[in-house]
């Protein structure tokens, strides 16, 4: 009962490589957001968006940039990647009508940047 | 800025036990919270969450705990199992209710 997917589980990317993260949710989410998950840091927002072609910036947006062309899918864009970016990529959806039971976690993409 | 902390970071239960996971919020605005379990190469789930104008909501086997007063929300598991063995995050959700900023982690450890 997959709801929220991200196209990788795992990916390796060498230093100054452009890096797409994809995310899909098929719930018709109005939110969607993308964290990343540090030992000792827990999650930290980078961007998170609430409409279509909508962004904001989250916590940490440096080196980072998002793209929302479509209301089910929301990427998350390392333009050139470097070491510390290397980190667990998590993306989220939530509803807005009804916020019980509407956030979901995708399974997350571990990115190792060499 | 405001942040949602949790007190412990690792807690250590036997199996049958009760567990009690505490967190620490400071935004007084917030009026939503949430639970969340991950398990290990997972992503976070959704167990339970609480709004603030309650300040209790149980579950199968978990219970949620909102004291305003202090700003303190814990997360309760009856008869704790190896299978509750996780990390486990409490969640706000931020005044312009689209944001949700998470506590640091707490990792609960069950003994066989």
């Known amino acids: 009962d997959v709801k929220v997917t991200q196209s990788s589980r795992y990916l390796v990317k060498r230093t100054g490589e452009k890096v797409f993260l994809e995310c899909v949710q098929d719930?018709?989410?109005?939110?969607m957001f993308w964290y990343r998950q540090d030992p000792g840091l827990g999650l930290r927002l980078i961007y998170f968006?609430?409409?279509?072609?909508?962004?904001e910036k989250g916590d940490i947006p440096e080196g980072y940039s998002v793209s929302r062309e479509k209301k089910e899918r929301f990427s998350l864009i390392l333009e050139s990647a470097s070491t510390n970016q290397t980190s667990m990529y998590l993306c989220?959806?939530?509803?807005?009508?009804?916020?019980?039971?509407?956030?979901?976690f995708g399974p997350g993409t571990r990115l190792t940047v060499l | 800025g405001e942040s949602v902390g949790l007190h412990l970071p690792t807690l250590s239960v036997q199996e049958g036990d009760n567990s009690i996971i505490n967190c620490a919020y400071s935004?007084?605005?917030?009026?939503?919270f949430i639970w969340y379990k991950q398990e290990s190469g997972k992503g976070p789930q959704f167990i339970i969450d609480?709004?603030?104008?309650?300040d209790k909501r149980q579950g199968q086997r978990v219970t949620v705990l909102l004291n305003k007063t202090v700003k303190h929300l814990s997360l309760q598991i009856a008869a704790t199992q190896p299978g509750d063995s996780a990390v486990y995050f409490c969640?706000?959700?931020?005044?312009?209710?689209?944001?949700?900023?998470f506590g640091g982690g707490t990792r609960l450890m069950v003994k066989p």
């Open positions: 935004n007084s605005a917030s009026d939503y």
């Open positions: 989220a959806s939530m509803g807005l009508a009804e916020l019980t039971d509407t956030q979901y």
């Open positions: 969640a706000e959700l931020g005044p312009a209710g689209n944001m949700l900023t």
């Open positions: 719930m018709d989410h109005e939110n």
């Open positions: 609480i709004r603030s104008n309650m």
């Open positions: 968006s609430y409409d279509v072609k909508m962004k």
